[in-house]
C-alpha cells in the first residue's frame, strides 16, 4: 500500500509546536466539505494509516498528523490530554476546516483523543478503534518513567527476539499471519529507535485519565471498532464504551487483535465508509 502521503506532509506551527500534517486538500478538489481527520496510537506516527488514507483520500478530503511528541512533529518534554485536543482544533483552525464538518477517527491512544475532543467541540461523527476508558498502566511502564533510556529502550523497543513475542502476541491476534507483524515491524523500527526516552514517559502524564464520567455526553453518530481478540484495548472495554455513548454502535472485527488497522485494513475501511454514508 503507498504511503506518499507522508512524503506530501508538511508543517505547520500551531500553540508553539510544529507540528507534521498531511492534507489531501492540497492534491485535489472535493464537492464536499466532509473531512476525515486521523489519529494515530501512542507511540506511532501517521504512516501507522497507511491502508486508510490512500483509500479515503479518494473520496473525501483527509487530514493525518504526526501528533506532538511522535513521528516528525516537535517534541516537547512534558505532554497532557487537554494539549493533544487543543492541538486538533487549533490545526482545524489554522487550514480553514469547521469541526463540524469533520469525522474524527482515532485509533488506541488517537481514539481517546477523539473522545475527548468530540465530548466539547461540534463535529459530525467520531470512529473508535480499539479505545479505552481509563488508561491502563503496567509494570513496563514504570521500568520507562524511572529507569534509565540505555536498560529499556534497546530492550524493549527495537526488533529482538523478544519485542517479536511480546508484541506479536500483545498487538496482533493469533490468527494474523505472520507477514502482517513483519510489515508493521518494518514499518516501525527505525523510528521506534529514533524517539527520544522522553517521548515513551508521556504516558505518565496520562495516568488519571478516566472517560466513564463523561462518555455520555458525546451525542454525535459514534462507531466503536475492535478486534475480537485485542488483548491492549479489549472487547468488554469497546462493549462499555458504546453502551456509555448513546448514539453509537459496536463492531467487533473477527481474527483481529489491536493493530486492526493492519490485520484487517478492508473490513475497517468498509466499516468507516458505511457509518460515514449514515451520518
Excluded at 521506534?192 to 496520562?206: A, G, N, T, V
Amino acid at each position: 500500500m503507498e504511503t506518499d502521503f507522508v512524503g506530501k506532509a508538511s508543517y505547520i506551527e500551531v500553540r508553539g509546536v510544529k507540528l507534521k500534517v498531511y492534507d489531501s486538500g492540497g492534491e485535489r478538489e472535493y464537492s464536499s466539505p466532509l473531512t476525515l481527520v486521523f489519529l494515530h496510537g501512542f507511540p506511532g506516527q501517521m504512516s501507522n494509516w497507511k491502508y486508510q488514507v490512500p483509500y479515503f483520500r479518494e473520496k473525501y478530503r483527509v487530514i493525518v498528523y504526526d501528533q506532538r511528541g511522535f513521528g516528525e512533529s516537535d517534541k516537547p518534554r512534558e505532554v497532557s490530554f487537554e494539549d493533544y485536543v487543543e492541538d486538533l482544533d487549533s490545526l482545524l483552525g489554522a487550514i480553514g476546516v469547521d469541526s463540524g464538518d469533520t469525522v474524527v477517527i482515532g485509533h488506541s491512544f488517537g481514539a481517546m483523543v477523539a473522545q475527548l475532543y468530540a465530548r466539547d467541540h461540534s463535529v459530525k461523527g467520531v470512529v473508535l478503534i480499539g479505545s479505552l476508558i481509563k488508561m491502563r498502566i503496567d509494570f513496563l511502564d514504570y521500568i520507562i518513567w524511572y529507569l534509565p533510556s540505555l536498560i529499556w529502550k534497546p530492550l524493549f523497543f527495537s526488533r529482538n527476539p523478544l519485542t517479536e513475542r511480546i508484541y506479536s502476541k500483545l498487538y496482533f491476534s493469533p490468527s494474523t499471519p505472520k507477514k502482517v507483524f513483519e510489515e508493521f515491524a518494518e514499518d516501525n523500527v527505525d523510528y521506534l529507535k529514533r524517539l527520544p526516552p522522553h517521548s515513551y514517559r508521556y504516558s505518565k502524564y496520562f495516568k488519571g485519565y478516566n472517560a466513564e464520567p463523561w462518555l455520555g455526553r458525546i451525542r454525535v453518530p459514534t462507531l466503536v471498532i475492535v478486534g475480537e481478540d485485542d488483548k491492549a484495548t479489549p472487547p468488554e472495554e469497546n462493549k462499555k464504551i458504546s453502551e456509555l455513548i448513546p448514539n453509537s454502535r459496536l463492531i467487533v472485527v473477527k481474527n483481529a487483535g489491536h493493530m486492526v488497522i493492519y490485520e484487517k485494513p478492508r473490513e475497517v475501511n468498509k466499516a468507516i465508509e458505511d457509518f460515514i454514508k449514515e451520518i
